[in-house]
C-alpha cells in the first residue's frame, strides 16, 4: 500500500486509542509531529464496545457531523514503515480498514474505519463522536 497521502507525507487521524494521549498513542505515535488537533472528519460517526469505552470504532454514515480526530504527521519518524507496519497490524486484525479521508481543516489523511457488517459490536454512542470525552485514556 501507499503510504503517501498525496502531499509527499504520511498523516494520519486517530481518533481512539491511537489518538494524542492515549495507551496505543504512546507506543506508536508519540513521535509524530502534531499537524491539528481537534480537527473532524465529516460523515463518519464514533462508536464503542462499553458504555465506558472499550474499543471505538468509526463507521460511515452521511448523516453524521463528523469524528473528531487528532491529525499527526508521521512521515519522519524514525523507523516510520515498521511503526506503520505494526500499527496496520494490530487494526487489520481487528476487523478495521485503512482509508484515505479528507479533514474539515482541510488535511488528507489515513484513518482506521470499521466495515459497517461489524455495527452490531459496537453499540454504544460516543458523546459528540469526541474519544477524549469518554474519559479512557
Not at 30 to 49: F, H, I, N, R, S
Not at 65 to 91: A, K, N, Q, W, Y
Not at 93 to 109: E, M
Request: charged letters at 25%.
Amino acid at each position: 500500500m501507499d503510504n503517501d497521502t498525496g502531499s509527499g507525507r504520511v498523516l494520519m487521524a486517530p481518533y481512539g486509542t491511537l489518538r494524542i494521549g492515549h495507551g496505543n498513542w504512546r507506543w506508536a505515535f508519540a513521535e509524530a509531529k502534531v499537524v491539528q488537533k481537534d480537527d473532524t472528519v465529516a460523515g463518519y460517526t464514533l462508536k464503542a464496545t462499553s458504555p465506558k469505552g472499550g474499543i471505538p470504532a468509526a463507521f460511515e454514515n452521511k448523516l453524521d457531523s463528523g469524528v473528531v480526530v487528532d491529525v499527526l504527521d508521521i512521515t519522519d519518524m524514525p523507523d516510520m514503515e515498521r511503526t506503520l507496519e505494526r500499527v496496520d497490524c494490530m487494526e487489520f486484525a481487528c476487523g478495521y480498514v485503512r482509508r484515505l479521508i479528507h479533514t474539515k481543516h482541510g488535511h488528507d489523511a489515513w484513518m482506521y474505519v470499521m466495515p459497517e457488517e461489524s455495527t452490531r459490536h459496537f453499540v454504544y454512542p460516543v458523546p459528540r463522536n469526541d474519544w477524549n470525552l469518554m474519559g479512557a485514556q
